[in-house]
């Protein structure tokens, strides 16, 4: 998948035209070129489509490749899995989050916002990191 910009009037500042909704069956995952950032684009069992950086922060390999279980992408390397709403990894190999993009949905079509990355939490100072 590569993104294309999306118009400057479409009520969608920042974001680019990256798939149809339909392009991602749940459950699965796939690799977007947006603005020059690789990106996974994770569609989980529910339906909801996430986007999130596409390097795996344990081995710098890539997500999209993973399986999806849930809400967690799991890397197909040595199995980190993160959520994919949050970035957050749920356990070792890796312990460093990864990146995740807002999304929009307008009709059929996904944008993404390489620009508008949540930071990742830091499970030390960020209560959210891992909830007890």
């Known amino acids: 998948m ?30 977007a070129n ?10 989980d069992s529910e339906g909801g489509i996430h986007a999130l950086d596409d390097r795996c922060t344990h081995a710098d390999v890539s997500l999209s490749e993973g399986e999806v279980d849930g809400c967690t992408l799991e890397c197909w390397l040595h199995g980190s899995r993160f959520d994919v709403r949050t970035g957050d990894p749920s356990g070792p190999p890796a312990t460093v989050p990864v990146a ?5 949905i307008d009709g059929d079509d996904v944008y993404v916002n390489t620009r508008g990355a949540a930071p990742p939490t830091d499970p030390l100072t960020d209560p959210r990191g891992h909830p007890s």
């Open 100 to 104: 995740v993009y807002p999304v929009r």
């Open 34 to 43: 947006v603005d020059g950032v690789l990106v996974a684009m994770v569609r």
């Open 2 to 31: 590569s993104a294309q910009p999306a118009p400057v009037d479409d009520g969608f500042p920042g974001f680019a035209l990256v798939c149809r909704v339909d392009d991602l069956a749940p459950g699965t995952a796939a690799q």
